[in-house]
T-cell receptor
Framework: GQQLNQSPQSMFIQEGEDVSMNCTSS?????WLWYKQDPGEGPVLLIA?????ELTSNGRLTAQFGITRKDSFLNISASIPSDVGIYFC??????????FGAGTTVTVRA | DTAVSQTPKYLVTQMGNDKSIKCEQN?????MYWYKQDSKKFLKIMFS???????INETVPNRFSPKSPDKAHLNLHINSLELGDSAVYFC?????????????FGQGTRLTVV
């Protein structure tokens, strides 16, 4: 699969803070997806993006599909303790393969 | 109502053994997948089946053999297990064979080879 660079690798956030994470690639993607994985569970889809420039929200989460189709970011507003987990970006290419970023581990400071 | 269910959740076995992991989805999806998550949490696709036909077969040792008896089931059989096979294996499903768009994942099977 294609290599996705996801950053930051990990973050400590203060409850109530807004935070961002992003993914970049040297390849163009048709679809960007953002997943969250809780300990001992499988990834759960948070947001799907299908068009360059698209900005989509899901509650306190907002994600954007970059204009160049090579990047995407995810924002979490007013973070709460249950936001703890690993967030993965994933990109879908023309050859129908879904490639995942390495994940951003989020830990909330109470 | 579990959408994608895998069994077992934990599997500890000795090197050289043969084991199977089962997966079932009740979402009516056409496509099912197996992913491997290593110790660094990196997720990599192994196989994809659409309507019981193999669509994606990444570079995976042929000790790994998926079997799809019907659209709702995709099992993974592993022969001659090696230490390096230790990982969490996730089954997933999606509507259509677009390689994972809006894929729904199972809870994972943590395989430990000793």
């Amino acid at each position: 699969g294609q290599q996705l660079n996801q950053s930051p690798q990990s973050m400590f956030i203060q409850e109530g803070e807004d935070v961002s994470m992003n993914c970049t690639s040297s390849s163009i993607f048709n679809t960007w997806l953002w997943y969250k994985q809780d300990p001992g569970e499988g990834p759960v889809l948070l947001i799907a993006l299908y068009k360059a420039g698209e900005l989509t929200s899901n509650g306190r989460l907002t994600a954007q599909f970059g204009i160049t189709r090579k990047d995407s970011f995810l924002n979490i507003s007013a973070s709460i303790p249950s936001d703890v987990g690993i967030y993965f970006c994933a990109g879908l290419t023309n050859d129908y393969k879904l490639s995942f970023g390495a994940g951003t581990t989020v830990t909330v400071r109470a | 109502d579990t959408a994608v269910s895998q069994t077992p959740k934990y599997l500890v076995t000795q090197m050289g053994n043969d084991k199977s992991i089962k997966c079932e989805q009740n979402l009516g999806h056409d496509t099912m997948y197996w992913y491997k998550q290593d110790s660094k949490k990196f997720l990599k696709i192994m196989f994809s089946y659409n309507n019981k036909e193999l669509i994606i077969n990444e570079t995976v040792p042929n000790r790994f053999s998926p079997k799809s008896p019907d659209k709702a089931h995709l099992n993974l059989h592993i022969n001659s297990l090696e230490l390096g096979d230790s990982a969490v294996y996730f089954c997933a499903s999606s509507q259509g064979w677009t390689g994972g768009t809006e894929a729904f994942f199972g809870q994972g099977t943590r395989l430990t080879v000793v």
